[in-house]
Antibody
Framework: EVQLVESGGGLVQPGGSLRLSCAASGFTFSSYWMSWVRQAPGKGLEWVANIKQDGSAKLYVDSVKGRFTISRDNAKNSLYLQMNSLRGEDTAVYYC????????????WGQGTLVTVSS | DIQMTQSPSTLSASVGDRVTITCRASQSISSWLAWYQQKPGKAPKLLIYKASSLESGVPSRFSGSGSGTEFTLTISSLQPDDFATYYCQHYNSYPITFGQGTRLEIK
């Protein structure tokens, strides 16, 4: 059974940092693109970042470029999102999601972890 | 960036109704379109990919069509479990974007 379990969310002050983790199981982690998708309270879905199977390609939505870094550790079956210089508009539930081997179509999602940026 | 526009934003319908949700892309995305269903407090669930391919395990009352810039999601006979919010998403190029969502509510 495919499982994605996020952790690391919480309350952080504007300008602060947070690192999200996603533990994957039930599939060959190193074979898939992985993604972070977020959803602000009461709002729609927003793609945040993608990382290729071997980590050689990383893509970001413009609003987080230079502040967020996506990474993965295939030996630990884990995905990460380092978030720096956090802003109020980054407040959201952050989902870890598994794409297909070639596309960003998300068959599997974690339960989400809430990040709240507030003083 | 490719903008995705869904209509309507809210749809009121009854059990047994046939409903259609439309998604328009600001430029051609070929068939690189997916549809998701989301219920409150839950992660989205993939329904349709490549515009018309039904995800495994999704009931056949869900169907998708379209290509280029105009797409539809149709539910042939609404069931109580279908009342939720639906999102379209393109994956033609980066940045990947979603429609704003269509809330399907009980009439």
């Amino acid at each position: 059974e495919v499982q994605l379990v996020e952790s690391g969310g919480g309350l952080v002050q504007p300008g602060g940092s947070l690192r999200l983790s996603c533990a994957a199981s039930g599939f060959t982690f190193s074979s898939y693109w992985m993604s972070w998708v977020r959803q602000a309270p009461g709002k729609g879905l927003e793609w945040v970042a993608n990382i290729k199977q071997d980590g050689s390609a990383k893509l970001y939505v413009d609003s987080v470029k230079g502040r967020f870094t996506i990474s993965r550790d295939n030996a630990k079956n884990s995905l990460y999102l380092q978030m720096n210089s956090l802003r109020g508009e980054d407040t959201a539930v952050y989902y870890c999601a598994r794409g297909t081997v070639t596309d960003s179509v998300w068959e599997y999602w974690g339960q989400g972890t809430l990040v709240t940026v507030s003083s | 960036d490719i903008q995705m526009t869904q209509s309507p934003s809210t749809l009121s319908a009854s059990v047994g109704d046939r409903v259609t949700i439309t998604c328009r892309a600001s430029q051609s995305i070929s068939s690189w379109l997916a549809w998701y269903q989301q219920k409150p407090g839950k992660a989205p669930k993939l329904l349709i990919y490549k515009a018309s391919s039904l995800e495994s395990g999704v009931p056949s009352r869900f169907s998708g069509s379209g290509s280029g810039t105009e797409f539809t999601l149709t539910i042939s006979s609404l069931q109580p479990d279908d009342f939720a919010t639906y999102y379209c998403q393109h994956y033609n190029s980066y940045p990947i974007t979603f429609g704003q969502g269509t809330r399907l509510e009980i009439k």
